[in-house]
């Protein structure tokens, strides 16, 4: 299967690049796998397709402001992108620069702290930050949010808050699981109130998510690592939904990714650790029934994970029609909903 396989074309202007003004007021494409109909409603409408007894997985990671600026010893501008953070004072990263620093090189930032390249790993960096501050307390005064490579502005004020999950918690991500950003707090109640139950994994979501995929060949494409949590109170939620006939709907392919590098010989176990797994057309879900998700870039991994749940052509369909309908595409953008037949 080739990367060329997962194309689309997508009008510029298509790609959201401010939030609405209130998170629920996106638009929500509905595929109907079964009888492969599309339905174009708003995402104030989630209630309404949902039942008591189904369980939203929410991915609760806390984005870090990520994005420092700097300058090398020769004075040439620096922009440091935090990649993971891998200790109390280094990290992973990707560096702008014009010309790449070599080890024991030295980069300034902005309150005449240094940070020290200690090598290479494949395309990033690894530094270690020589500051009092444990990194994530240095990230806070100095860093700036992370905003997608698509998004053609400087991160402002109101991204502090809006590039973030109402139910984010656990820091370490430098991406957000931008699924989750479409539900703000009048929306959870309600789902509360209609008897949907919540679960929450942690994946830190790393800026290798935004890597495009290189090799022709999908097979021959190597996947990131990122940090996750299953714990086994969500796993027995999962079993118990699922005993009572209830559906287990992720929201965001994180959710997705993390639940399903959890299963171990065929079943869900929690696990806490590394994951590099790649979901592409022909695998076999294990842990969802269903799946709420932004639109994703073309030839992306996510954009393959969702072709995985829904079938290829059928969602590159749904891609074609989220464009002549003129729905907003990516991280701020509007969002689309693949929801199984409730269970009797």
Do not use: C
């Not at 997508?10 to 109909?37: F, G, T, W, Y």
Request: proline share 6%; hydrophobic share 40%.
């Amino acid at each position: 299967m080739k990367k060329s396989d997962f194309d689309f074309d997508l009008p510029p202007e298509l790609i959201a690049q401010a939030p609405l003004p209130e998170r629920s007021a996106s638009r929500l494409l509905l595929l109907d796998v079964e009888r492969k109909a599309l339905e174009d409603r708003m995402f104030r409408d989630l209630p309404g397709l949902l039942r008591a007894g189904d369980l939203l997985v929410f991915n609760d990671t806390r984005v870090l402001p990520a994005r420092l600026y700097g300058r090398k010893e020769s004075g040439g501008a620096v922009e440091i992108l935090i990649e993971r953070v891998t200790g109390a004072h280094e990290a992973t990263v990707q560096l702008g620069v014009s010309k790449k620093p070599k080890e024991g090189g030295r980069i300034e930032l902005a309150d005449g702290s240094f940070a020290t390249v200690l090598g290479r790993d494949g395309a990033f960096f690894r530094l270690r930050f020589e500051s009092p501050d444990p990194l994530e307390r240095l990230l806070l005064r100095l860093g700036e949010m992370p905003l997608p490579p698509y998004i053609e502005r400087h991160a402002d004020a109101s991204d502090l808050e809006r590039y973030q999950t109402v139910f984010a918690r656990e820091p370490g991500a430098v991406a957000a699981p931008t699924a989750g950003l479409h539900f703000d707090e009048p929306m959870l109640q309600k789902l509360r109130d209609l008897g949907v139950e919540f679960g929450y994994v942690t994946l830190h979501v790393g800026a290798g998510t935004f890597q495009p995929v290189r090799a022709d060949d999908i097979k021959d494409h190597q996947m990131h690592r990122e940090w996750l949590n299953v714990g086994a109170s969500l796993v027995e939620q999962i079993r118990r939904t699922r005993a009572n006939g209830g559906r287990v709907i992720a929201v965001g392919t994180t959710v997705v990714r993390a639940l399903e590098s959890a299963v171990r010989d065929g079943e869900l176990q929690p696990f806490a650790g590394e994951t590099q797994i790649f979901i592409f057309p022909g695998y076999q879900f294990t842990s969802i029934d269903g799946l709420i998700t932004n639109f994703h870039l073309p030839q992306s991994t996510l954009l393959m994970l969702v072709s995985a749940l829904a079938g290829r052509d059928f969602v590159l369909d749904a891609y074609r029609h989220a464009v002549e309908q003129r729905y907003r595409f990516f991280s701020y953008g509007d969002a689309m909903a693949i929801l199984p037949p409730a269970r009797d």
